[in-house]
């Protein structure tokens, strides 16, 4: 089974930042891609960034790119997002999610966190 815990959610004004965290534990053997989705009220979840299991390679949604940084420690087994100049519409539940790959798409995941809210004040 595994586990993942997500943290670091909250409140920040439009133009903030914030840094999400994911530590994972138990059978994560063979899903070895960690990556991050959301899901907005009455949308359904997407796919917003993806690491490979050394960090080396790592892949955004055009909304990410240039503000979302994702990054991952191996020896925490850890994935972060750090997320510069939010804007209301990034307001939304973000989950973070483990899978086999690949780790650009979002069929690459199948197993996903309870989820932290992020809300961004205009």
């Known amino acids: 089974q595994v586990q993942l815990v997500e943290s670091g959610g909250g409140v920040v004004q439009a133009g903030g930042s914030l840094r999400l965290s994911c530590a994972a534990s138990g059978r994560t053997a063979r899903r070895n891609v960690m990556g991050w989705f959301r899901q907005a009220p009455g949308k359904e979840r997407d796919f917003v960034a993806g690491?490979?299991?050394?960090?080396?390679?790592?892949y955004y949604t055009d909304y990410a790119k240039g503000r979302f940084t994702i990054s991952r420690d191996i020896v925490k087994n850890t994935v972060y997002l750090q997320m510069n100049s939010l804007k209301p519409e990034d307001t939304a539940v973000y989950y973070c999610a483990v899978g086999s790959g690949p780790a650009s798409t979002a069929t690459g995941y199948d197993f996903w966190g309870q989820g932290t809210q992020v809300t961004v004040s205009s």
């Open positions: 690491t490979t299991y050394s960090g080396s390679s790592t």
